[in-house]
T-cell receptor
Framework: GAGVSQSPRYKVAKRGQDVALRCDPISGHVSLFWYQQALGQGPEFLTY????????KSGLPSDRFFAERPEGSVSTLKIQRTQQEDSAVYLC??????????????FGPGTRLTVL | AQSVAQPEDQVNVAEGNPLTVKCTYSVSGNPYLFWYVQYPNRGLQFLLK??????LVKGSYGFEAEFNKSQTSFHLKKPSALVSDSALYFC????????????FGTGTRLLVSP
C-alpha cells in the first residue's frame, strides 16, 4: 500500500504568516509522530498521537505550534505567526502499534518550510 | 535521558570496500536502536533495528549492524559498498521514558566513490 504522504512538499511563508502542514499516515497505523529537522541536523521530536489523542507534546518549541489528529488518521501541524527560526523540514512518521511493541517508524518525505 | 552520538560527519569509502558508520548510545533501561538512511529530498528509510537477541542485526540493502553492550555501540556495516549507498545515515534510540519517540544522532554522510 501507499506510504506516509505529506503536503505540501515545499512551503514558503512570510514572517508572521500562519501555515498548516498535512500528514496522511499509513492506513491503520495507530501511532503518529511529528519531527522537525533543521538543516544539517537530525530530526527532533515534536509531538505524538495515539489514534486521536495527543499524548506527548513535549517537543513543541512554543505555543505557536499546534497539532491535531481529530479522526485518528490525517494529522495537521499548524504554526502560527511563523518566525525565521521555524524554517526546517517537518517530518511525519507513523507506526502500527502503541508503545507495547518496538516498531519501526515509517517516515513521509517531509515538508520543507522556508520563512522569509 | 536517551542519546546517541555519531562521531563522524562524513565517511568516505571506495566502491567495493567495506564500510562502517559509527554510533554510540546512552540509555536508561533496555536499548532499542535503529538505523535510518536519508536520500536527498526524501524522508528517512528504515534500515534495521536492535531489540534483543543476536548482537549482529541484518537489515535492508545488505546492511548490518553490530550491537556491543560493553562499548555501548551500534555501528552500521556493509561488506561491499556501492556508489548508490551514498546518502545521509542516522542512528536513533527509542526514548524509553515516553511513547516510542526516537532520539536521533546528528547524522553521518557516506560518500562512496567509484
Amino acid at each position: 500500500g501507499a506510504g506516509v504522504s505529506q503536503s505540501p512538499r515545499y512551503k514558503v511563508a512570510k514572517r508572521g504568516q500562519d501555515v498548516a502542514l498535512r500528514c496522511d499516515p499509513i492506513s491503520g497505523h495507530v501511532s503518529l509522530f511529528w519531527y522537525q529537522q533543521a538543516l544539517g541536523q537530525g530530526p527532533e521530536f515534536l509531538t505524538y498521537f495515539q489514534n486521536e489523542a495527543q499524548l506527548d507534546k513535549s517537543g513543541l518549541p512554543s505555543d505557536r505550534f499546534f497539532a491535531e489528529r481529530p479522526e485518528g488518521s490525517v494529522s495537521t501541524l499548524k504554526i502560527q505567526r511563523t518566525q525565521q527560526e521555524d524554517s526546517a523540514v517537518y517530518l511525519c512518521a507513523s507506526s502500527p502499534r502503541t508503545s507495547g511493541r518496538v516498531d519501526e517508524q515509517f517516515f513521509g518525505p517531509g515538508t520543507r518550510l522556508t520563512v522569509l | 535521558a536517551q542519546s546517541v552520538a555519531q562521531p563522524e560527519d562524513q565517511v568516505n569509502v571506495a566502491e567495493g570496500n567495506p564500510l562502517t558508520v559509527k554510533c554510540t548510545y546512552s540509555v536508561s533501561g533496555n536499548p532499542y536502536l535503529f538505523w535510518y538512511v536519508q536520500y536527498p529530498n526524501r524522508g528517512l528509510q528504515f534500515l534495521l533495528k536492535y531489540i534483543t537477541g543476536d548482537n549482529l542485526v541484518k537489515g535492508s540493502y545488505g546492511f548490518e549492524a553490530e550491537f556491543n553492550k560493553s562499548q555501548t555501540s551500534f555501528h552500521l556495516k556493509k561488506p561491499s559498498a556501492l556508489v548508490s549507498d551514498s546518502a545521509l545515515y542516522f542512528c536513533a534510540v527509542r526514548d524509553n521514558t515516553g511513547f516510542q519517540k526516537l532520539v536521533f544522532g546528528t547524522g553521518t554522510r557516506l560518500l562512496v566513490s567509484p
